[in-house]
């Protein structure tokens, strides 16, 4: 079970289907709260493509396809252009097979940097126009970030920009219930270290404060690596984030450790988890957020993905019986708002003078507002109107986005398979079941040895 696919679990509990209007938009011209300027001024300039097809392939399936092809249709009506996305569940196979073959489409959707920096070592990827650097750098929140990961050493070795980002998604999130926090006179943290101060004070009063489940199936232990990761960026600099997820430091670097330790604080406890310490590793995943609906409560936190709604009680309403924070990053470290989570961006695999002024449009603050208002779309353009999302949940998400001064990838995504996807997951459970940290941090990094 790959993390980045599980987060569009969530969207269809999110979406809706909306009439067309007269003009075959899913929006008319003018009407709500999109950023029509930006866009007629694009309009007005753009050229005539008429006969011209640009193909994209990518994961995204029904409905989300309905959705972006909703986008489409406003570059298709300024330009004449025939827009063709073709989705498919194999995408990152079938991506290789046409680039290989030569027959690969203009754009490739990937839901995951590594696959597209591996094909663009290969000369299988063009870079972006000249200044889109500049321009990501200056118009999304934690601009740099999204460089970076959009850059990526070329054929020859030479760095370029080949990714743009065109939705993300948000890990870096605590789910509480409202009406809990306010029975109780509890206040939502603004600190890692008022969370944790809150996390004792629960724990004062005779209550639980963590909801922590690692069950899923043959990828237990996954949730985990996801508190660490976040634990690393709220302890660390990005950089050493980075050389971590790079094994340029070991795993069991004293920096790892302590961020373990960090995720230790709050699941080797058996005051602070729902079922005692030793339930958190058999405990599911899925399961492990209704404790913060019983009544009794039998937690009041849970930190898990934008995708956990999902596995909410049916009957849970939004604003009312759940809600989210930030995870808090500490108030005593310069470290900033680092938010983790992951996204698709868009590469060039087949360049023509239409890819180029799609690749273009794509900026538009309305290629965003318009999926923005559908679905569980989340972007960091800092240009959009946030009143454009479809409802609460999704702007509320969409300004963590936006207040992030540092976003970083789901990092066990970028390490080898058998680390990320396997003894990072097994140590994680060894680690609940009282393996001391140690041990753990030398067997994972013994594992990436001998991937070498």
Same mark, same amino acid.
């Given at each position: 079970?790959?993390?980045?696919?599980?987060?569009?679990?969530?969207?269809?509990?999110?979406?809706?289907?909306?009439?067309?209007?007269?003009?075959?938009?899913?929006?008319?011209?003018?009407?709500?709260?999109?950023?029509?300027?930006?866009?007629?001024? #694009?309009?007005?300039?753009?050229?005539?493509?008429? /006969?011209?097809?640009?193909?994209?392939?990518?994961? #995204?399936? @029904?409905?989300?396809?309905?959705?972006?092809?909703?986008?489409?249709?406003?570059?298709?009506?300024?330009?004449?252009?025939?827009?063709?996305?073709?989705?498919?569940? @194999?995408?990152?196979?079938?991506?290789?097979?046409?680039?290989?073959?030569?027959?690969?489409?203009?754009?490739?959707?990937? +839901?995951?940097?590594?696959?597209?920096?591996?094909? &663009?070592?290969?000369?299988?990827?063009?870079?972006?126009?000249?200044?889109?650097?500049?321009?990501?750098?200056?118009?999304?929140?934690?601009?740099? @970030?999204?460089?970076?990961?959009?850059?990526?050493?070329?054929?020859?070795?030479?760095?370029?920009?080949?990714? *743009?980002?065109?939705?993300?998604?948000?890990?870096?999130?605590?789910?509480?219930? =409202?009406?809990?926090?306010?029975?109780?006179?509890?206040? !939502?943290?603004?600190?890692?270290?008022?969370?944790?101060?809150?996390?004792?004070?629960? !724990?004062?009063?005779?209550?639980?404060?963590?909801?922590?489940?690692?069950?899923? /199936? &043959?990828?237990?232990?996954?949730?985990?690596?996801?508190? !660490?990761?976040?634990?690393?960026?709220?302890?660390?600099?990005?950089?050493?984030?980075?050389? #971590?997820?790079?094994?340029?430091?070991?795993?069991?670097?004293?920096? $790892?450790?302590?961020?373990?330790?960090?995720?230790?604080?709050?699941?080797?406890?058996?005051?602070?988890?729902?079922?005692?310490?030793?339930?958190?590793?058999?405990?599911?995943?899925?399961?492990?957020?209704?404790?913060?609906?019983?009544? +009794?409560?039998?937690?009041?936190?849970?930190?898990?993905?934008?995708? $956990?709604?999902?596995?909410? +009680?049916?009957?849970?309403?939004?604003?009312?019986?759940?809600?989210? *924070?930030?995870?808090?990053?500490?108030?005593?470290?310069?470290?900033?708002?680092?938010?983790?989570?992951?996204?698709?961006?868009?590469?060039?695999?087949?360049? @023509?003078?239409?890819?180029?002024?799609?690749?273009?449009?794509?900026?538009?603050?309305?290629?965003?507002?318009?999926?923005?208002?559908?679905?569980?779309?989340?972007? =960091?353009?800092?240009?959009?109107?946030?009143?454009?999302?479809?409802?609460?949940?999704?702007?509320?998400?969409?300004?963590?986005?936006?207040?992030?001064?540092?976003?970083?990838?789901?990092?066990?995504?970028?390490?080898?398979?058998?680390?990320?996807?396997?003894?990072?997951?097994?140590?994680?459970?060894?680690?609940?079941?009282?393996? +001391?940290?140690?041990?753990?941090?030398?067997?994972?990094?013994?594992? #990436?040895?001998?991937?070498?």
């Amino acid at each position: 079970m790959k993390k980045s696919l599980m987060l569009g679990v969530a969207v269809s509990a999110l979406t809706s289907t909306v009439a067309l209007a007269d003009d075959g938009l899913i929006f008319a011209p003018g009407d709500g709260p999109f950023t029509w300027d930006s866009y007629n001024a #694009w309009a007005e300039a753009a050229p005539d493509l008429s /006969g011209q097809t640009i193909t994209i392939a990518g994961p #995204w399936l @029904s409905p989300e396809d309905g959705f972006f092809n909703n986008a489409l249709a406003y570059f298709e009506k300024a330009t004449g252009a025939d827009v063709v996305y073709t989705g498919s569940d @194999s995408f990152e196979q079938q991506i290789v097979i046409d680039a290989e073959a030569g027959s690969a489409p203009n754009i490739a959707v990937y +839901p995951q940097p590594g696959l597209a920096a591996v094909m &663009a070592s290969k000369g299988q990827l063009y870079p972006l126009a000249d200044g889109s650097a500049d321009w990501v750098a200056n118009n999304y929140a934690a601009g740099q @970030s999204w460089v970076d990961l959009g850059t990526y050493p070329d054929a020859d070795g030479n760095d370029q920009m080949y990714g *743009f980002f065109y939705n993300v998604n948000v890990k870096s999130l605590v789910w509480y219930n =409202p009406e809990n926090f306010e029975d109780a006179g509890y206040d !939502v943290p603004e600190s890692m270290e008022d969370l944790k101060a809150l996390t004792e004070q629960i !724990v004062a009063d005779g209550e639980t404060p963590w909801c922590i489940g690692l069950g899923s /199936g &043959a990828a237990t232990g996954w949730p985990a690596t996801d508190w !660490v990761e976040d634990m690393m960026l709220r302890t660390q600099p990005p950089e050493v984030y980075d050389a #971590w997820t790079t094994n340029e430091i070991p795993f069991n670097d004293e920096r $790892v450790i302590a961020a373990i330790e960090e995720f230790g604080w709050f699941a080797l406890d058996d005051a602070k988890v729902s079922g005692g310490a030793g339930a958190v590793a058999s405990t599911d995943f899925r399961d492990s957020p209704k404790g913060l609906f019983t009544s +009794p409560p039998q937690c009041y936190m849970h930190r898990q993905a934008s995708f $956990v709604p999902a596995f909410f +009680p049916e009957d849970v309403e939004f604003g009312v019986d759940t809600d989210f *924070f930030y995870m808090p990053s500490y108030a005593d470290k310069d470290l900033g708002n680092p938010v983790l989570g992951g996204g698709t961006l868009m590469a060039i695999t087949s360049p @023509s003078d239409g890819t180029s002024e799609l690749m273009k449009f794509f900026t538009l603050p309305i290629s965003h507002e318009v999926m923005m208002a559908q679905t569980g779309f989340l972007t =960091p353009h800092s240009g959009v109107n946030v009143e454009a999302y479809k409802d609460d949940t999704l702007r509320g998400l969409g300004e963590i986005l936006l207040g992030a001064t540092t976003f970083r990838f789901d990092g066990s995504d970028l390490m080898p398979g058998g680390v990320g996807a396997g003894t990072f997951w097994t140590g994680m459970v060894d680690y609940t079941g009282g393996k +001391p940290v140690k041990d753990v941090a030398d067997e994972i990094q013994a594992s #990436w040895d001998a991937l070498k």
